[in-house]
């Protein structure tokens, strides 16, 4: 994190306006607000805050603190401040509040405790993200709620919103232990809108296996256990195996599991029409059906058939010749020629590379039906005539045969290590 600094601080340290402007357009500083510079020229938000803290002289709160702490629902990046009564600081995207503030959270810059932190978000945003807020923290600090009634009893006359935290922190003494994800916050606070029979929260089950498990709720006088399940949490390979293993144990226990999603609570409705009937608050009739008489399965995956593996296998076989061979043609020196350098080879070399080829390889291989070679071995001929023909021309006396010679057993052995036959000399 870079340097911040004011306007006031560089001219008493003997700078100038004109520098710091000229700094700025070389782009040497970065200027977050009027009169407020930083030597951090890609600043984020962690820099903007703290240049925000330097120039007032507040302290982080609100939102700006609920990010700090890291409290579920509050990712955006705000610059929220709480300057001592008096003083004042406007800036662009600088939300500052006036109060006293005595209660400082240990951190490198200043910034509200959890407990003041709640309640000053008590007052700026609405009960599902104060509840929200709440269980995270106190997933963070187990005696926060503590700290809170005695916060709330000493300070808390003439502040918005201190009802509504008071209510929220009754609702989790009752239930004795926070909640572990937006998700279950939310379905609980639909469970209080919809006025139904609360369940119990983080039940834990043990059945004699190697490690006991959880329930997010559990209704024990209905053997009905709620899961609620984020995206988040739940989409790797391990956690899958983990859940089903989970249901299995708690369906031989006689347990029943309704899994929610974000997806369900879309349509919250839908939700409490399927919690009422597993409560057997409302009934519901239901048929069923087996045999023929259920749609027909579909095969997933695809179902393959012998004929079409042994047709894969042939064009994976034929499309790695091909392959090869276009490898050796790029790695041959004299394909980079072309047919260019072929026209000035004598014709008699000409004629002589392919009888070599052919006396060296053997009688020429025929498929079965006497067909024409195929589009592979063709085009292996044609990369064997151009390495062959691309070579420099033959010397006069036994030298030159020799070359070619040569050539022609080191073009044959590179094609027979590559599988592919060597075309027919006429």
């Known amino acids: 994190m870079g340097i911040t600094f004011t306007a006031a601080e560089a001219v008493s340290a003997g700078q100038t306006y004109w520098q710091l402007s000229r700094a700025v357009r070389h782009r040497h500083l970065h200027r977050a607000w009027r009169g407020v510079y930083l030597t951090n020229l890609s600043a984020g938000w962690l820099e903007q805050l703290s240049a925000a803290v330097h120039a007032s002289g507040g302290v982080i709160s609100h939102r700006a603190a609920a990010r700090?702490?890291?409290?579920?629902?509050?990712?955006?990046?705000?610059?929220?401040?709480?300057?001592?009564?008096?003083?004042?600081?406007?800036?662009?995207?600088?939300?500052?509040?006036?109060?006293?503030?005595?209660?400082?959270?240990?951190?490198?810059?200043?910034?509200?405790?959890?407990?003041?932190?709640?309640?000053?978000?008590?007052?700026?945003?609405?009960?599902?993200?104060?509840?929200?807020?709440?269980?995270?923290?106190?997933?963070?600090?187990?005696?926060?709620?503590?700290?809170?009634?005695?916060?709330?009893?000493?300070?808390?006359?003439?502040?918005?919103?201190?009802?509504?935290?008071?209510?929220?922190?009754?609702?989790?003494?009752?239930?004795?232990?926070?909640?572990?994800?937006?998700?279950?916050?939310?379905?609980?606070?639909?469970?209080?809108?919809?006025?139904?029979?609360?369940?119990?929260?983080?039940?834990q089950v043990n059945d004699g296996g190697p490690k006991a498990f959880r329930f997010d709720f559990l209704y024990p006088d209905h053997s009905l256990a709620i899961e609620t399940d984020g995206y988040g949490w739940h989409r790797t390979h391990e956690v899958f195996v983990s859940d089903c293993r989970r249901q299995s144990r708690a369906a031989a226990l006689g347990y029943r599991v309704m899994r929610i999603t974000w997806a369900d609570l879309d349509d919250p409705e839908t939700v409490r029409e399927r919690l009422l009937v597993a409560l057997g608050v409302v009934p519901i009739r239901h048929t069923t059906c087996w045999g023929a008489r259920v749609p027909w399965p579909?095969?997933?995956?695809?179902?393959?058939?012998?004929?079409?593996?042994?047709?894969?296998?042939?064009?994976?076989?034929?499309?790695?010749?091909?392959?090869?061979?276009?490898?050796?043609?790029?790695?041959?020196?004299?394909?980079?020629?072309?047919?260019?350098?072929?026209?000035?080879?004598?014709?008699?070399?000409?004629?002589?590379?392919?009888?070599?080829?052919?006396?060296?390889?053997?009688?020429?291989?025929?498929?079965?039906?006497?067909?024409?070679?195929?589009?592979?071995?063709?085009?292996?001929?044609?990369?064997?005539?151009?390495?062959?023909?691309?070579?420099?021309?033959?010397?006069?006396?036994?030298?030159?045969?020799?070359?070619?010679?040569?050539?022609?057993?080191?073009?044959?052995?590179?094609?027979s290590r590559m599988g592919v036959r060597s075309p027919p000399s006429g």
Request: hydrophobic share 35%; glycine share 6%.
């Open 298 to 415: 579909t095969s997933w995956p695809e179902a393959r058939s012998a004929a079409t593996d042994r047709s894969r296998s042939v064009s994976r076989t034929s499309t790695r010749s091909v392959s090869k061979v276009e490898r050796a043609n790029t790695l041959t020196p004299a394909a980079a020629s072309g047919v260019s350098s072929a026209s000035k080879t004598p014709t008699s070399a000409k004629s002589s590379v392919p009888s070599t080829a052919s006396a060296r390889n053997g009688p020429t291989e025929r498929t079965p039906s006497g067909t024409a070679p195929t589009s592979a071995t063709t085009e292996s001929s044609d990369a064997v005539r151009v390495m062959l023909v691309s070579s420099p021309p033959a010397q006069a006396g036994a030298g030159a045969s020799g070359g070619s010679l040569q050539t022609a057993i080191r073009a044959a052995s590179t094609f």
């Open 68 to 203: 700090w702490h890291g409290l579920w629902g509050f990712e955006e990046d705000v610059v929220e401040l709480t300057l001592p009564p008096g003083r004042r600081f406007f800036r662009p995207g600088v939300r500052a509040h006036q109060a006293s503030v005595d209660d400082l959270s240990p951190s490198d810059l200043p910034v509200t405790s959890l407990a003041r932190t709640l309640i000053d978000l008590a007052g700026t945003v609405d009960e599902l993200a104060l509840a929200t807020a709440l269980e995270s923290a106190w997933c963070r600090d187990r005696h926060l709620l503590e700290e809170l009634e005695r916060r709330l009893d000493v300070n808390s006359r003439g502040r918005r919103g201190v009802c509504r935290l008071r209510r929220l922190v009754q609702d989790a003494r009752r239930r004795g232990r926070p909640l572990e994800s937006p998700l279950e916050v939310r379905f609980w606070r639909l469970l209080h809108d919809w006025r139904i029979p609360l369940p119990q929260a983080g039940v």
